[in-house]
T-cell receptor, first 114, second 118 residues
Framework: DPKIIQKPKYLVAVTGSEKILICEQY?????MYWYRQSAKKPLEFMFS???????DNQTASSRFQPQSSKKNHLDLQITALKPDDSATYFC?????????????FGAGTRLSVL | AQKVTQTQTSISVMEKTTVTMDCVYE???????LFWYKQTASGEIVFLIR??????ENATVGHYSLNFQKPKSSIGLIITATQIEDSAVYFC???????????????FGSGTQLTVMP
């Protein structure tokens, strides 16, 4: 059974709308992350959280807002969607944040903005 | 700022042979951690192996091993006895040590597409 669950697997949205990407991990990890992968681009770091606290934010836009209701949840709210937001969004987790902690990834949510 | 570079866009090898994928990195930190992941055709990202900068011995896990050349800032991934199912995109990644602000993020290279042919 997958230990990092992302929902939905596929998502289609219209420009200007708002969507929430869900991520839950059952590895008992204290740190969670969001990454984005656009077509033909490397994995791009977005956010890191530790014990529900934001540690690093590399997104230029405030339209992307992580939401952590529990230590094992880190959802991603995206507002005012644009076609350029089309990408696969991966959630990841590690035992703790920083240093040698290994990240484990969920299966991703593929977002298409029309 | 940290940076990871994979110059090989794609590699094709015959099954049961050995392949090496290159990766060079840039960091100002004396302590850092290097990782290799693979992304399968289904999109799944799987952790393979890691190397801690303070360890002189090259890491080995199953048929994956690393060629860590610290003076050259290089961390090559070696896959021996390749199998068809090793066909995937391989990503090199780096995270700086806990004393650095760069430790909060794992930075990835652009990836190398490996195709293993029968």
């Amino acid at each position: 059974d997958p230990k990092i669950i992302q929902k939905p697997k596929y998502l289609v949205a219209v420009t200007g709308s708002e969507k929430i990407l869900i991520c839950e991990q059952y590895l008992g990890h204290n740190a969670m992350y969001w990454y984005r992968q656009s077509a033909k681009k490397p994995l791009e770091f977005m956010f890191s959280y530790s014990y529900q606290k934001l540690m690093d934010n590399q997104t230029a836009s405030s339209r992307f807002q992580p939401q952590s209701s529990k230590k094992n949840h880190l959802d991603l709210q995206i507002t005012a969607l644009k076609p350029d937001d089309s990408a696969t969004y991966f959630c990841a987790s590690s035992q703790d944040v920083g240093g040698g902690n290994t990240l484990y990834f969920g299966a991703g949510t593929r977002l298409s903005v029309l | 700022a940290q940076k990871v570079t994979q110059t090989q866009t794609s590699i094709s090898v015959m099954e049961k042979t050995t392949v090496t994928m290159d990766c060079v990195y840039e960091t100002q930190d004396s302590s850092y951690f290097l990782f290799w992941y693979k992304q399968t055709a289904s999109g799944e990202i799987v952790f393979l192996i890691r190397q801690d900068s303070y360890k002189k011995e090259n890491a080995t896990v199953g048929h994956y091993s690393l060629n860590f050349q610290k003076p050259k800032s290089s961390i090559g991934l070696i896959i021996t006895a390749t199998q068809i199912e090793d066909s995937a995109v391989y990503f090199c990644a780096m995270r700086e040590g806990p004393a650095s602000s760069g430790s909060w993020q794992l930075i990835f290279g652009s990836g190398t597409q490996l195709t293993v042919m029968p």
